[in-house]
């Protein structure tokens, strides 16, 4: 067991609630209030028989956990009305959860949420309590990852049958487009109870004029002169580095452009590119989308590389990189990849990913997980640039911010902005505009019952 300490007061306060009490709570906070480590710290201290779950395989990988369709044995594409099979594998697994855990909630549409509550009923035959008498607690950010559009007949569908295509418009949370001064939301003699818990410290930066400047663009509220004192700090020339300091990070809208920039790069260095080809084993899902780093990782002396996961090393030394850390190349050898970081020199190996499944022992009549697939790769990525979507909790001093054409998707330039750790590390390839600041009005109706009730006092136990 963790000693609680590690945790803020906060936080603190949020794992008593979802240990002691059955609540279905949604864990929300800006970038670097600790949602993550929450998540970690829960899923490593809890007493409940827990299954955690995440909408994407790279979103799975990071919480340990499996993806919401292979959980559940859910079809692809809209689920609707149509029949839900259930092996009774998949029976045994669901009956025996207790806490149901969702990362990445805010990428989950309402369809698949009604499909998760439906598919617990089912398996459980308590078709009359929301997700069949399972506890579940998610995590996310709305205001920084949406649920992928829907298209033709499924959009057509989405309108006539939801308020919106987000998870809180779900049929299950029927009428959580608000909440009231309680701190829950009340919906519905079928539907659940939401408690809505909003993170409000923030660990990333300390300056408090950038925090609310960072608050204003979340939240859609930039100002003439809040954009100003943006504008300003970011019309800069970025420095060249000094002698041994790697180059400032490229945030990107497109991958186009991340692409193109370490290729000139990489292609500038003098040497030989040598190639870093992953080992996949077992049932890892296909294209780079599904791998959690490059199948195919081309290096040279002198590249600049990013970390992509935290250093495991040895037990009770500190970390030497975490996810995030920028680098330089200094030596490629057969096995391992020297990085040079902040003037240290430290020795890089392939990292393994495991890909799990949840599976249930009917001896101890409980939820166990095994590996199922194995991603083997140096966790490494060229880092001149990098996509604004794939910075989403990495954390950077310095960082150039491209929108391009414009931010495209609602939330984009608050997550750029908010990777860094100042204001002073701000460089903009251009002046923000009105059209780059953008929020989804349907989050902003929901995330308003957010506020109301992020100070309420926590429930005692049940």
Request: hydrophobic share 40%; aromatic share 8%.
């Amino acid at each position: 067991m963790v000693n609680l300490p590690a945790l803020s007061e906060e936080q603190r306060e949020l794992f008593r609630l979802i240990e002691d009490t059955s609540a279905h709570v949604f864990i929300t906070g800006r970038a670097g209030t600790g949602k993550s480590t929450l998540l970690q710290y829960f899923a490593w201290n809890t007493r409940k028989q827990i299954a955690i779950c995440a909408p994407t395989g790279v979103a799975a990988l990071n919480v340990e956990g499996q993806t919401i369709h292979s959980l559940f044995r859910l079809p692809i594409g809209l689920i609707a009305d149509q029949d839900l099979e259930q092996s009774d594998a998949t029976r045994r697994i669901l009956n025996a959860i207790d806490t149901l855990v969702i990362d990445e909630v805010s990428m989950v549409n309402a369809d698949l949420m009604d499909a998760i509550d439906r598919s617990l009923r089912q398996a459980r035959a308590r078709r009359a309590e929301p997700f069949g008498g399972v506890q579940v607690i998610m995590f996310g950010d709305p205001y920084q990852l949406a649920p992928v559009p829907p298209r033709g007949d499924e959009l057509r569908y989405i309108q006539d049958h939801y308020r919106s295509f987000w998870f809180f418009d779900a049929w299950v949370w029927a009428g959580a487009s608000g909440g009231d001064e309680g701190g829950m939301l009340d919906l519905g003699r079928h539907g659940a109870e939401l408690h809505i818990r909003e993170l409000v410290q923030i660990h990333r930066q300390s300056d408090d004029g950038f925090k609310a400047m960072l608050n204003a663009v979340r939240f859609g509220r930039v100002t003439a002169d809040i954009a100003g004192v943006l504008n300003d700090a970011g019309a800069r020339t970025p420095p060249d580095p000094e002698p041994g300091e790697v180059p400032i990070i490229t945030l990107a809208t497109r991958n186009d452009i991340v692409n193109n920039i370490n290729r000139r790069h990489l292609a500038a260095l003098p040497g030989r590119e040598q190639t870093a080809v992953a080992e996949i084993n077992g049932d890892f899902g296909r294209g780079e989308t599904a791998y959690p780093a490059d199948a195919e990782l081309k290096l040279k002396v002198g590249a600049q590389v990013m970390f992509l996961r935290n250093d495991v090393g040895a037990q009770g030394d500190p970390p030497r990189w975490v996810n995030g850390t920028i680098g330089t190349v200094n030596r490629i050898l057969g096995g391992s990849v020297r990085v040079e970081i902040d003037g240290d020199e430290v020795e890089v190996e392939p990292a393994v990913w495991e890909r799990f499944r949840y599976a249930y022992n009917p001896g101890s009549k409980t939820l166990s997980r095994e590996v199922v697939a194995e991603f083997t790769q140096f966790p490494l990525r060229l880092a001149w640039a990098v996509t604004i979507h794939k910075s989403q909790g990495k954390t950077y001093d310095r960082a150039i911010i491209d929108l391009g054409s414009g931010a495209f998707a609602p939330g984009q330039t608050y997550v750029a902005l908010s990777r860094l750790t100042s204001i002073e590390g701000l460089y903009l390839s251009r002046p923000l505009r009105p059209s780059d600041i953008r929020v989804d009005p349907d989050v902003a109706r929901f995330m308003a019952g957010a506020q109301r009730v992020a100070s309420t006092p926590v429930l005692a136990a049940e």
